[in-house]
C-alpha cells in the first residue's frame, strides 16, 4: 500500500523542522516506516542546490531564477526520495514543500503565476501531500527563536529579511490554507513543543488515521526481533 505524504509548511522559527521530527517519531513508535526529509534538499543533487540558494548566491539572479533552482531541487527530491519511498509504503514527512515555493517567490517574490504553476506541474506532476500542516506565530515569536538558536552565527539568504517580509509570509501562508482547506491544516504553534505536538498528532488522526494502516511486513519482522 502506498504510503501517505504529509508536509509541514509556515514561516521561519514557527517549528517546522522540530514538529516533523517529533511526528516521525510518533509514527516509527506505531511500527510504521517513516522517511523524513526536507526542501530544499532531501536528494544529494538536491542538497547540492540546497547550498547555493541558502548562501545568497543565487539572490542577484532574481525570484524567477531562485524558483527554477528550487523546482529543479524538487524534482530531484520527489524522483530520488519521495516517490520511493511512497511507493514503497512509507510515510513522508516533508519539511517544507511546494507551498513554500508559491509563498516565497510567488508571492513575496512577484514571481508570475503562470510561471509558478508551469514548474510545479514539472517537477510535482500529479503528486499531492495527503496532509498540510502550516505551523503559526506570530512573526517576532519566530525571529526570536530563530536568534535564539543562531547565537553569533550569520543569518542565511531568508532569515536576513526584514520583520515587513515576514509578516507579509505569514499572512501568504494562512491564504494558502485558506484556498485549500481539504488538504491544509493552520496549528498554533506558539505553545511548548509538546503541547503543539500532541495538536498535531491529534490532526494526523482525524485526517489520516495512522493506527488502521497495514505495518510492513519488514517493519513487523523488526519489530520481533528488537
Ligand atoms: N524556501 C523558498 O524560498 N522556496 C522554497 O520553495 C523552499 C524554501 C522549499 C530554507 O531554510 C529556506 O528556503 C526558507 C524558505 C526558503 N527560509 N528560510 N530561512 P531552512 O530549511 O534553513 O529553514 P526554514 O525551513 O525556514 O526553517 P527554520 O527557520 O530553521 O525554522 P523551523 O524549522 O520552523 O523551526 P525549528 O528549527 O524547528 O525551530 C527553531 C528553533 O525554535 C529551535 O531552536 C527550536 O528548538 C525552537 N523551537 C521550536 N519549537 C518551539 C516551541 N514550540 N517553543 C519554543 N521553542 C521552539
Known sequence: MRG?????????????????????????????????????????????????LLSGAAKPLGPDVEAMLFTAARDDHVQCTILPALDAGKWVICDRFADSTRVYQGILGQVDERLINVLERVSVGDLAPDLTIILDVPVELGLERIKLRRGDAVPDRFEAESVEFHQKLRQAFLAVAAEAPDRCVVIDASAPKEAVARKIWNTVGARLDPMTFPIASETRRTEVGA
Open 4 to 52: 501517505k505524504f504529509i508536509t509541514f509548511e509556515g514561516g521561519e522559527g514557527t517549528g517546522k523542522s522540530t514538529q516533523a521530527a517529533m511526528l516521525a517519531l510518533r509514527l516509527e513508535s506505531l511500527g510504521l516506516s517513516v522517511q523524513l526529509t526536507r526542501e530544499p534538499g532531501g536528494s544529494p543533487g538536491a542538497e547540492i542546490i540546497r547550498h547555493v
